[in-house]
């Protein structure tokens, strides 16, 4: 009878183990099916054609004292990311809108874990007297704000770092024309050289990058007037140099790549118009080299990226069709799609300027070029660069403040193009100039 017992337990006991072994293997293969969340570096982001990049503010007002909501920016969130872009690019975090940011892509995480999405976390440096009515600015000396800015974007890091892969110490801080608050390279590079010594000390993740992001100008690979030893310094003391280059500017600062030249002079307007983007492209091209000339006599092994490039679609000003006549929703969406095409063969990473139309950026004239940068308007439409997407059902089941993201125009390329205007002769542009 002891037999019988002990065999029975035995069975028991057998039959234990193979159930709990079952189950295991059906929560093996239940989480399995699950994607898992990833959690990649700066290193295997940046110039990784898979992971497209973008400038992202999500203000909606006239005035950035009008914070976008948590629900809001999960909503840009998903319309991004249906988009294909996984790494954002902010300027501050004085606001609350960079944290609102993080928050929500954690959030989002967590409700699915196969949503993918990084920021290059950007700390806004200024000179002292910046921003007043004083008559001079300090260049070598900053703003008292400076250090609460950066303890601010530690922070924010410390608290994220499976989401903010990058900071970017100033934006256009030490470019010329940016005389309200320009400062000297030497303050970048103070602050570049604390995060890295933060790094260091084990306060940030080794594997968090740090750089700057200013004009190709500033870089290196404008004027001699940049080439400066502190300049030097600094493009040795970041990971990778985040270079700024407009053509869209220039079509009017320095026009000479956008004229139509006469062998063109027989080309149809749509033509001479296409052939104009592709100079414009080109023109973007010779900018970013002349940095990464610059910076391999420096550090041959440094890399470069793009932290800024754009097309606005409205203007009344110099870019207007009384002006150079470069701004209009077909041309900003040749532009990005010739921009995204170089970048994604070059392995160039670009934070293209900007996912949606901000309009506090130049409160007192709702018609000014820098209102109009984004691919999406702020009545939900998709801009003309947008428009194949949307064709593809991209963004089915989207909605931006509750509305479903359209085509501007019903999508009628006729009515798009009725306000697209070629760019001048060369020969036209001289003779107002000789008369």
């Not at 606001?95 to 999405?117: G, H, N, V, W």
Request: aromatic share 12%.
């Amino acid at each position: 009878m002891k037999q019988i017992r002990n065999g029975f337990k035995k069975l028991q006991y057998h039959h234990i183990s193979q159930l709990l072994l079952f189950i295991a293997c059906l929560l093996l293969l239940s989480c399995s099916g699950q994607p898992k969340s990833k959690d990649r570096t700066a290193a295997e982001i940046l110039g990784n054609p898979s992971y497209q990049a973008i400038c992202y503010g999500g203000y909606r007002e006239n005035t950035r004292d009008v914070q976008p909501t948590l629900d809001q920016v999960k909503e840009d969130m998903k319309i991004l990311s249906a988009m294909g872009i996984n790494i954002l690019r902010t300027y501050n975090v004085f606001y609350d809108e960079a944290a609102t940011l993080l928050k929500a892509i954690r959030e989002l995480k967590q409700d699915d874990p196969s949503f993918e999405m990084y920021v290059m976390l950007g700390a806004w440096i200024d000179c002292k007297n910046a921003w007043t009515d004083l008559p001079e600015r300090i260049r070598n000396i900053e703003s008292e704000a400076n250090s609460a800015e950066i303890e601010r974007a530690v922070k924010l890091a410390q608290e994220y770092p499976e989401i903010v892969k990058i900071i970017a110490v100033g934006n256009e801080a030490m470019v010329h024309w940016a005389w309200n608050y320009y400062v000297d390279p030497a303050i970048i590079l103070k602050w570049v050289n604390h995060l890295q010594k933060l790094k260091q000390e084990g306060a940030l993740p080794q594997t968090l990058w740090i750089t700057s992001s200013d004009n190709f100008a500033s870089w290196g690979g404008g004027s001699t007037e940049y080439h400066k030893e502190d300049l030097n310094r600094l493009i040795q003391a970041v990971d990778y140099v985040s270079v700024h280059t407009y053509p869209m500017h220039d079509t009017h600062y320095n026009p000479d790549f956008w004229f139509v030249p006469e062998t063109d002079s027989i080309l149809s307007d749509s033509l001479k118009i296409d052939a104009a983007m592709l100079r414009a492209r080109d023109y973007a091209r010779s900018q970013f080299e002349s940095v990464r000339a610059y910076v391999k006599k420096i550090d041959a092994n440094k890399p470069v990226h793009i932290g800024e490039t754009g097309w606005s679609s409205f203007s009344d000003g110099f870019y207007g069709p009384e002006g150079s006549k470069a701004v209009d929703e077909y041309k900003s969406g040749i532009y990005y799609h010739l921009t995204r095409e170089w970048t994604n063969q070059a392995g160039i990473s670009c934070f293209y300027f900007e996912a949606f139309d901000e309009r506090w950026k130049d409160a007192a004239n709702p018609n000014g070029s820098e209102n109009h940068f984004g691919l999406i308007n702020l009545q939900g439409k998709l801009k003309y660069a947008l428009w194949e997407m949307a064709d593809a059902g991209t963004f089915e089941n989207l909605t931006r403040d509750g509305k479903p993201l359209t085509k501007t125009l019903d999508g009628d390329h006729g009515a798009l193009m009725l306000n697209v205007k070629a760019p001048p002769l060369r020969s036209e542009v001289q003779q107002v100039i000789n008369h």
